[in-house]
């Protein structure tokens, strides 16, 4: 099994290196599909899996001077918090428990879905705000729209593992259209590592992270990231998003039918 997974790593890191789109989307789904994990282990699991993969991407961004540590403290102000509230919601409710696996999984497909979304609509909501400036929030209201879309952003992630990657850079977009894209990748993985740490530590402690799992994912990813990155350059990007569109959509349609 331990193989399985370290193949399962590589898939996803060579998915990641070619599409940008967070790990998550695609792990979380893999994890309790072909393996059958507990929603909430594939969940904590992902997470701690994220927080380490993201640490190395924002230190390389950090070096480039792409990230807007503004933005990723206002995004922080609302996603840290909503991330413990939700950890401690789950621990109310008891996150190892059979009902809330079912939510968990089902929280998994909406957010799957909901990067679907942000696949398929990104450039379309982009050129409709560039197209209509006085609809560009500006100043105070920026900046609490920002803080609340880290706070949906701390939950989704927190329940689901997924939303910092492609519904994160999305949001971004629309909310700093002026931002370049090394700048939106930038910040949107130096906010997730605060996010994914906390969100982890909260699993760690409802013992809801498999070590053994995650040494192995990390193990296949690393290489997988890397070579990626090298095929993404003679892959075309429309069809790579168009795939992954319709994949995470069956992955989604999968998890409810459960």
Same mark, same amino acid.
């Given at each position: 099994?331990?193989?399985?997974?370290?193949?399962?790593?590589?898939?996803?890191?060579?998915?990641?290196?070619?599409?940008?789109?967070?790990?998550?989307?695609?792990?979380?789904?893999?994890?309790?599909?072909?393996?059958? @994990?507990?929603?909430?282990?594939?969940? &904590?699991?992902?997470?701690?899996?994220? +927080? /380490?993969?993201? %640490? =190395?991407?924002?230190? !390389?961004?950090?070096?480039?001077?792409?990230?807007?540590?503004?933005?990723?403290?206002?995004?922080?102000?609302?996603?840290?918090?909503?991330?413990?509230?939700?950890?401690?919601?789950?621990?109310?409710?008891?996150?190892?428990?059979?009902?809330?696996?079912?939510?968990?999984?089902?929280?998994?497909?909406?957010?799957?879905?909901?990067?679907?979304?942000?696949?398929?609509?990104?450039?379309?909501?982009?050129?409709?705000?560039?197209?209509?400036?006085?609809?560009?929030?500006?100043?105070?209201?920026?900046?609490?729209?920002? @803080?609340?879309?880290?706070?949906?952003? &701390?939950?989704?992630?927190?329940?689901? +593992? /997924?939303?910092? %990657? =492609?519904?994160?850079? !999305?949001?971004?977009?629309?909310?700093?259209?002026?931002?370049?894209?090394?700048?939106?990748?930038?910040?949107?993985?130096?906010?997730?590592?605060?996010?994914?740490?906390?969100?982890?530590?909260?699993?760690?402690?409802?013992?809801?992270?498999?070590?053994?799992?995650?040494?192995?994912?990390?193990?296949?990813?690393?290489?997988?990231?890397?070579?990626?990155?090298?095929?993404?350059?003679?892959?075309?990007?429309?069809?790579?998003?168009?795939?992954?569109?319709?994949?995470?959509?069956?992955?989604?349609?999968?998890?409810?039918?459960?």
């Amino acid at each position: 099994m331990t193989f399985s997974y370290i193949v399962s790593g590589f898939a996803v890191g060579l998915l990641v290196g070619m599409t940008g789109v967070g790990g998550g989307s695609l792990m979380t789904p893999l994890l309790t599909l072909l393996f059958g @994990v507990p929603p909430s282990v594939a969940v &904590g699991t992902d997470l701690a899996f994220a +927080s /380490i993969t993201k %640490g =190395a991407g924002t230190l !390389t961004h950090r070096l480039r001077g792409t990230v807007r540590w503004d933005i990723v403290k206002r995004l922080c102000l609302g996603a840290l918090p909503a991330a413990v509230l939700a950890t401690l919601a789950l621990k109310s409710f008891g996150a190892l428990n059979r009902e809330i696996g079912v939510v968990i999984r089902y929280s998994i497909a909406c957010s799957v879905l909901l990067t679907v979304v942000a696949l398929v609509f990104k450039s379309k909501m982009l050129f409709w705000i560039n197209a209509h400036p006085e609809k560009q929030l500006q100043g105070k209201s920026l900046v609490a729209a920002t @803080v609340a879309a880290g706070a949906v952003l &701390g939950v989704l992630v927190t329940v689901s +593992s /997924i939303g910092a %990657g =492609a519904i994160g850079a !999305t949001l971004l977009v629309l909310l700093y259209p002026r931002m370049s894209s090394a700048e939106v990748a930038g910040t949107d993985i130096a906010y997730a590592v605060p996010l994914t740490a906390i969100a982890a530590f909260g699993h760690w402690w409802l013992g809801s992270i498999n070590w053994s799992l995650l040494a192995s994912l990390l193990i296949g990813s690393l290489p997988g990231i890397t070579l990626g990155s090298w095929v993404a350059r003679s892959m075309p990007e429309r069809f790579l998003r168009v795939l992954l569109a319709m994949t995470l959509t069956g992955v989604a349609v999968k998890l409810m039918s459960q």
